[in-house]
């Protein structure tokens, strides 16, 4: 919660020359910070289609999300102490208060990991929609956005992999179209079927 502390944070910064700078459109006057109150991001996307900048992040036993990001929001990591243990602060339902809720919560937690917006002809039904990939159940998620672009359209269903194993770490779209996963074993390419 505190803006002057690098960490839980969503960073800005101009590169001028060879050089980071804090840009004077930033939401606190002289800080990097773009964004605060996130326990631990993950990845993000500027999605290409709005602008709008979404990321996943883990929490301790509750609250892994997925956020979209607009600058200065407070997500509320941190709003009230973690207590003795995750199980603790899991409880306390003061534990998001005034925050900015995320687009979704997963507890028990799921561990969101990469993230990005799908562009390309292989699955035209998807153009648009939000993917990201999960640790523990090894599984990737998709889900449209609305008309704005910074709400969920619906819930998000997973992508079935085939035989192969699933997302856990990152997921990128090629510029063939095709979706690209990883895990702890390998890369991995999704093309559709007939």
Known sequence: QNTDDIEGKIHRFAVVGD????PDDNPFPGSSVWAYGIRNAY????DPL???LFATGNGPDCDDA????DPGDNFGWGLIEMGGDDKTYCDNPERLAGAKPALIYYTPTIAPTGITVYQGEA?????GDL???AFKPMQMYRVALDETRNEFAGDPTP????SEMGCSIEV?????????????IGMYRLSPVE
Do not use: K, M, R
């Open 66 to 69: 997925v956020y979209e990001i």
């Open 172 to 184: 990128a779209v090629g510029p063939d179209g095709l979706i690209y996963y990883t895990n702890l």
């Open 131 to 133: 993917l990201y990939c």
């Open 19 to 22: 050089e980071l700078q804090i």
């Open 43 to 46: 990845s993000f996307i500027f």
């Open 123 to 127: 699955f035209p039904d998807w153009q």
């Open 159 to 162: 992508v079935d992999t085939g």
């Open 50 to 52: 709005s602008g709008h």
